[in-house]
């Protein structure tokens, strides 16, 4: 993949800053976010599905306030109902209404994806990144453990740590994030490596800047690209786990609902009630689809060889 830098003033102090590059430092970087997302439109697949995961989130947290049934309350009088004016996509198997368990669901699904892609990037990106600056024996030690939690089964590993730790939705995405960064350890540390050696990289620190200021200010700023688009794989990945935990029940603690726990649920009716699962089925694949689009348009937008 080609790299797409931020061109930084090279006239740096100590401080890692001149005072007089502030205007020219935020004009650079509107520039650069402009041509990213012309770049970025380009592409309208994408561009739909980040349309499509913005609704997503906007339904996540306004739909829970104004939906009109409890994914608590049970109603045994309106069991397996088929979509009607009252129950838009039906009811479950203890009478209630799937649109508020999808809803829900889709809440506990973002909150896990982005919880545990926040977690892969606090960790994996400072181990990549300390790794590939420091260079030596650090690099060694810290890239031989990356290789061992690469080798060994993440979803395992997630499996054992909601085990120990419990099942609720901050241990799972805990438990996910905790497993899955020596990716994204790896990426960073490549970034940095193929950064660090540059000439503005050289001069500040010629200049004295501390390790602190080139790796925040200099090396992680133009190393962003090929994590935004690592995260967003992540996040539809992390989601899958968690469905993956809910099917063969490790997931989120009923009543919760869960995706996972939906269509497992729903996958004992398919014949008498296929509703139960062809609703849960299809936006979570819907979901996935569309952070899988938007990744690949922020591979295409990232990548210098593509005309501005």
């Known amino acids: 993949m080609g790299e797409f830098t931020i061109p930084v003033n090279k006239n ?10 502030e205007h020219s430092d935020k004009t650079t970087r509107r520039s650069y976010f402009g041509v990213l997302w012309r770049r ?3 592409n309208k697949i994408s561009l739909i599905s980040l349309y499509f ?3 997503l989130i906007a339904l996540a947290i306004v739909g829970p306030l104004i ?8 109603d045994y009088t309106a069991l397996y109902q088929k979509p009607s004016l009252k129950h838009w996509m039906g009811t479950d198997d203890g009478g209630r209404d799937m649109l508020t368990l999808i809803i829900y669901g889709l809440r506990n699904a973002l909150i896990v994806g982005f919880g545990a892609g926040l977690v892969e990037i606090l960790i994996g990106v400072t181990i990549g990144a300390l790794a590939g600056y420091f260079g030596g024996r650090l690099d060694n030690i810290l890239m031989r453990f990356v290789d061992i939690m690469f080798a060994l089964p993440s979803f395992l590993l997630s499996l054992m740590l909601v085990v120990v730790l419990g099942r609720n939705l901050f241990t799972i995405l805990l438990a996910i994030g905790l497993t899955s960064w020596a990716g994204m350890a790896r990426l960073a540390r490549a970034q940095v490596l193929s950064i660090k050696q540059v000439d503005y990289i050289e001069a500040a620190r010629s200049l004295g800047a501390s390790n602190s200021v080139i790796i925040f200010r200099y090396v992680l700023p133009n190393a962003v690209g090929p994590i935004f688009v690592s995260l967003s794989f992540n996040i539809p990945g992390a989601m899958m786990v968690e469905s993956g935990l809910s099917l063969i029940g490790l997931g989120i603690m009923p009543p919760m609902p869960s995706w996972g726990a939906l269509i497992n649920i729903g996958s004992r009716f398919i014949l008498s009630t296929p509703h139960l699962i062809l609703y849960p089925a299809i936006t979570f694949a819907l979901t996935i689809l569309a952070f899988t689009f938007v990744g690949d348009g922020l591979r295409d937008a990232f990548d210098a060889k593509q005309s501005d």
């Open 12 to 21: 740096i102090d100590s401080g890692g800053k001149p005072p007089s590059a």
């Open 40 to 42: 970025f439109k380009r």
């Open 53 to 55: 995961i913005v609704f």
């Open 67 to 74: 939906l009109p049934f409890d994914y608590k309350t049970m």
